[in-house]
């Protein structure tokens, strides 16, 4: 699995194997030395995926069948849907947990879960199938080792987008070549919004945005507050059904808003209006 780091990130040491006993006979008496504490393996840390929706009754059922076992806990933030998108959710996966968002845009909504989200690293994923959950393991083992902010690719080798249009495609590349530039770093990838993070970092992050410039919102402050990122490799696929909530021209305005706001020794931002 590749990776572009951009700090230096150590590797957790690795826990040693407790040495063997030597085999006993049925009538060995010798007791069983204790364990040490060091000799006992950690626990696994606990995940949460965290998926925005609105009427996305007809994708729900094939991102939900996709979510691997690493997952402790899914949450679906509703964004008043007038479809089945609550009923279909909790058909398919009766633990999951529905929370009604609380205001407008995609922002709101991952603002909301990410706060109720209880496990130890939170993913983000689409709920319109256009993000494989199949590919949140490869995320995870990046937390796993020494990483606090992991962000999906479709750019660099290994990922790619069968869902991008010429249109859009340039726009990435224009909004990616200004973070580059602003903040000193070298993405590869910038409007995607499959990422994953270290909850204990939520502060850090401090998120404000309503709507899809969250995504940029949060990398550049993962840069800014000195977070340990690594870019993985993610192929984007086509919609399932349906259409998508993005406005290329106003939403990546926005972004490029976030970008030049949140630069450092930027003055306090202010919000862009929205169209």
Not at 14 to 28: K, S
Not at 75 to 81: A, E, F, M, R
Not at 147 to 175: E, H, P
Request: proline fraction near 9%.
């Amino acid at each position: 699995m590749n990776a572009t780091p951009h700090t230096t990130a150590g590797t957790p040491p690795a826990h040693a194997a407790p040495p063997a006993h030597p085999a006993r006979r049925a009538t060995d008496n010798t007791p069983h030395p204790m364990r040490r504490a060091e000799d006992v393996p950690p626990a696994r840390p606990t995940v949460s995926v965290v998926v925005p929706a609105r009427n996305e009754a007809r994708n729900i059922p094939w991102v939900f069948e996709q979510i691997p076992d690493c997952v402790d806990e899914v949450i679906l933030v509703d964004g008043d849907s007038s479809d089945a998108t609550v009923l279909m959710a909790t058909q398919c996966l009766p633990a999951v947990r529905f929370i009604p968002q609380c205001g407008p845009g995609k922002g709101n909504a991952l603002r909301t879960g990410f706060l109720a989200a209880t496990g130890d690293h939170v993913v983000m994923i689409d709920a319109d199938g256009s993000m494989s959950p199949a590919e949140i393991p490869h995320f995870l083992h990046f937390l796993e080792n020494g990483y606090d902010f992991v962000k999906g690719s479709r750019f660099m080798a290994g990922g790619g987008s069968l869902d991008i249009t010429r249109f859009r495609r340039l726009g990435n590349q224009v909004l990616l070549g200004a973070v580059n530039h602003l903040y000193g770093t070298k993405l590869t990838d910038l409007c995607y919004g499959f990422c994953a993070f270290r909850r204990s970092f939520l502060e850090q992050l401090d998120l404000h945005a309503a709507g899809f410039e969250i995504e940029a919102e949060m990398i550049v402050h993962a840069l800014r507050s000195g977070l340990r990122i690594a870019e993985v490799p993610s192929l984007e696929l086509p919609r399932r059904s349906g259409r998508s909530n993005l406005h290329a021209v106003s939403d990546g305005r926005r972004v490029l808003h976030t970008l030049l706001a949140e630069r450092p020794g930027a003055r306090p931002r202010t919000a862009p209006a929205d169209d």
